[in-house]
């Protein structure tokens, strides 16, 4: 029944209905929230405005008293929750609830007037409300009873209910889900009939026609289907084809009946007497060509023996040549890929790999000799049982161990049997048995760096010295490309540890920001590994959060420290910094990828940051990351302009502005990190130094 073709076109097509009509409706919804919400903005900034010039007009005329009485009738009205009106210190100087004169407003509205923004959504007991700040400015004609130098007098804030504006949304969206609804019936049952009246019922004729076909009966195999052009054409061409099946059947039965007569008149024919006997003289004459061919055959088998001989030993000669062949192609692309890499890690685990490709090995490692401690690091393994020693494992040196023998004799080792070697253990420290070992050192300039060790071939054969030939090869290579990646990693160190002490020595002239970039560091790794992020990715993120800040080096150490507000002008010269680090870390190759993070770091997921207005999925999750963290502790910092907030107020902040200024999923993470006491607890230390 599912495999219908009828209900595979119905299905599919209420599917793409399903979704279509799903799809128009939460585009209708969303348009008809934007649409509410607009219009409760719009309303409350009118209200706004009407009380301010209300206000301001009574003050002129030194009615100072009417201010109240016009805040106790504006909030009679039902979609007035509140109204009063702050200092810019956020202490509230009237009200309509006489009760509250003299409090302080929430810090969330605190913080909306400070960053310069008029409006914003928030909750109350009644429901969600819209609250706009309307800054009431001083004039001259205020100047007899404020100081002239005040630029603003007071901010009045209303707060709108939006509980009429939501039962509206509830009541459209309910009748566009049911006029969705309605319309997805419609089409199905009109494509559904359309379906079963003109592609279903034609091709069911179709179908008992060919059985009548199959069954022998041409003459009732006639159909006519006329729903549409295409059925009529494919009916019409199908009884041609009857009729020409039926005309050929019959011409071929009645070539079969000619046939059988005709074989039925030669079987009594006198000729064939008379070709048997001529057949038996000539099978007397192929007896005796057959004992020359069998005398020749003889001849041939014994020349066949020499060929095969000679083949055999060719065989031999050409698997030889074709073992090293395949084995100096390995040597040659195993030297491509080992010079392409200076990753020490990435490099260790692909020489180990290619090489037990090569000499067919069942486990393969690398031992690092650290000739301080005189001792073994396992730097990289393949093919070692469950639950041995791991990468970064000490290994003591000690007789009986094969590195021991290879280090000590400097010079390659191979055993084809453990157990004929006493001086040998056979159960080895990576807790394996050996069976046959292959040992090479790892030297640069007759300077031993390691050793590389393979053991039991996977065909359970024992190593040969053409196998000890090619490993000796291999180390060699191999040694250069460690060194290499050895010499790379430690260039990359002295880089980041050079850069890594400029920027200790910028934050430590501050002393607002000291430890700064160390703190951030801390956050973003938490955060990181709360995601389940990789190590690459968690690597880059670590070198971005300590540079982050290296381009503040390029702005004047006078608008970091500033203790007033910054004016537009100081916030396009501070908004540089990212972009001045970028050019600062260009010259250094290797720090390509972390400059992104750098540059992005202060982007927002609405697309309102910089320096690139990068938004949602163009800005690099680092990136992300890393903008949360240096939030969380900029706001968790004194600064020259404000104190430290708190961490419950700082972690709203971050639940507040996800979807706007942060990534709401990475805001959600770094909120869970908190919680999750098991995996991050930090000490919320405030920076007051």
Known sequence: MMNSLKIKILGLIAIIVVITAIVSAWINMNAQKKLLYSYAEQNSKLIGETVRNSISTNMAVGQNSEVSNILEKISREPTIEDIRIFDTAGRILNSAKTEEIGDLITAPELLAFRSNKMALLESSASGQVFSSLTPIHNSPACYGCHDPGQEILGILNIHLSLNVLQEIQASGKQATIFTSLGTVAILILAIGAFILIYVDRPIRKLARAFSRVEEGNYDDAETQITSSSEMAQLSDRFNRMVVQLKESIEARVSKERELAVNEEKLAHHEEIQHMNITLEERLKEIEYLNISLEERIEEIEEANFKIADLASELEGQNTTLARAVERLSALYKMGLATNSIMDLDRLLDLIIKKTMETVEAKYGYILLLDKEEWSLELAGAHGLPQGSSKNGSVIPIKPGGVSHWVIVNNEPLLLQNVDDSREFNRRSLLE?????????????????????????????????????????TIAAQASVAIHNAQLYEEQQRTYLNTVHALVSAIEASDPYTRGHSERVTRYSLALANHMGLDSTAVNRLEQAAILHDIGKIGIDVYLLHKVEKLDDRDFERLQKHPEIGDRILEPISFLKDIRKIIVQHHERFDGKGYPNSLQGDEILLEAKILSVADTYDAMTSNRPYRDALSHEVTIQEIRDHAGTQFDPTIANHFIEMFDDEKQFKPEIVVNNA
């Open 432 to 472: 394996f048995d050996r069976d046959s070992v292959l040992c090479a050192p790892l030297s640069i300039k007759d300077d031993i760096i390691g050793t590389i060790t393979m053991s039991n071939k996977l065909d359970e054969t024992p190593f040969n010295k053409e196998d000890l030939e090619l490993l000796s």
